[in-house]
């Protein structure tokens, strides 16, 4: 089981994540949402989750093979519980 890790703002702005995966992601995220208005999570090197105020989510995705990023809303084959 993996324990998902929330970025603070200051991780955001630095684009402080543990993958280049990760960092592809959240530089998308920035360039296409608001970003201050979401919570988000590194799920894994692959995969960022992101929250809205609403309790609603998407998760990203950096397809390594394309060098695109995808959003779903579910991750399958896979059982993630928030850490602390």
């Known amino acids: 089981m993996m ?7 200051e991780d955001v702005l630095k684009s402080k ?3 280049i995966s990760q960092f592809y992601i959240l530089d998308y995220l920035k ?3 608001n970003i201050n ?7 894994d090197r692959d995969n960022i989750k992101v929250l809205d105020k609403n309790n609603e989510y998407l998760y990203f995705h ?3 093979k ?4 995808a959003y779903r809303e579910e991750l399958k084959e896979k059982e993630y519980e928030m850490g602390l």
């Open 37 to 43: 208005e979401f919570k988000i999570y590194l799920v």
């Open 66 to 69: 394309n060098k695109k990023v």
């Open 3 to 9: 324990y998902l890790r929330e970025l603070s703002y």
């Open 31 to 33: 360039e296409n949402l």
């Open 62 to 64: 950096y397809d390594n």
């Open 17 to 19: 994540v543990d993958t």
